[in-house]
């Protein structure tokens, strides 16, 4: 039985995604799915050995990605309008924050590259995401002046005592004329061939499709089986946080968000954060 290596984060929108695909909600046509889960900016740097199948990887990492890897059209994290937060223990401008110590969750996440593009001076600190309270405790510990937020923490940052000095993807908005911001997206290794692709895309496609229509069931699946400590997930901050990242912009990438991703490839290149490269091909 062949294979199919996944690899995606702790937050709750990629589970739901691929909950259907693992418990054996749908036909997976002969295919066995393995999984493995790692923070973000893990699996950033974890898609170069190209030793996973189908990876969750930040939209702005896929830029220098797309030579061994197709963006797959489901599956995406959109922000229309809103999306990761900058935070600081205490109410202050963004101009306030010139040449700051800032802490990021990585530097190839979309995140820290959009943040570039609107603030471009500060002091880059890498937070992991894992553990979830590592940020907050440098923020309260003032190894620095603020952080960005991805995952649930954008929801969570009110509860730890913290300000919010930015919106980036209502930043992005503004800088583009409104177009949503894709955040992360599922890459999919070119070397399974173009029929393999084919069928792991479709029944990608069919897992959240599934998911959507039996969200109750799922919810409570990612509820039981939550693991992370101190982020205190109940069920009115998992569905506020489904109904921000896993929807119909997850089901199917809409003209807009795919213009999105083609202006944030565009803007980072010209601004040096990007590397140079060719347009995004999305799998079927």
């Not at 220098?64 to 223990?89: E, F, I, K, M, Q």
């Not at 489904?242 to 601004?271: I, K, Q």
Request: charged residues 25%; contains cysteine; hydrophobic residues 45%.
């Amino acid at each position: 039985m062949p294979t199919i290596r996944l690899a995606f984060s702790p937050d709750s929108d990629d589970l739901f995604m691929f909950w259907p695909l693992l418990s054996g909600r749908i036909d997976t046509e002969g295919l066995a799915f393995t999984h493995e889960r790692a923070d973000t900016e893990t699996l950033n740097a974890r898609a170069d050995a190209e030793d996973v199948d189908v990876i969750a990887i930040s939209v702005a990492r896929y830029a220098s990605l797309a030579d061994r890897y197709l963006l797959l059209p489901h599956g995406a994290s959109v922000g229309r309008g809103y999306g990761p937060v900058l935070v600081a223990p205490e109410a202050r401008s963004l101009a306030s924050l010139e040449g700051a110590r800032i802490g990021v969750p990585g530097l190839r996440t979309t995140a820290y590259t959009v943040l570039r593009l609107v603030h471009p001076r500060f002091e880059a600190v890498v937070l992991p995401i894992t553990p979830y309270e590592r940020v907050f405790e440098a923020l309260r510990g003032r190894e620095v002046d603020a952080a960005l937020l991805i995952h649930e923490g954008r929801l969570t940052f009110e509860r730890e005592g913290m300000a919010k000095v930015l919106d980036v993807g209502e930043a992005f908005a503004q800088l583009t004329g409104g177009l949503p911001l894709p955040l992360g997206g599922n890459a999919i290794r070119r070397g399974l061939g173009a029929e393999r692709i084919a069928q792991v895309s479709r029944l990608c496609q069919e897992s959240i499709r599934w998911a959507l229509a039996h969200r109750e069931e799922v919810m409570a699946a990612l509820l039981d089986a939550e693991s992370r400590g101190g982020v205190g997930l109940d069920r009115a901050m998992l569905d506020r946080y489904l109904t921000m990242y896993a929807n119909e912009d997850t089901l199917r990438m809409a003209p807009d968000a795919v213009e999105g991703v083609r202006e944030l490839f565009r803007r980072g290149r010209a601004a040096g954060l990007l590397p140079p490269g060719g347009d995004v091909e999305l799998a079927p």
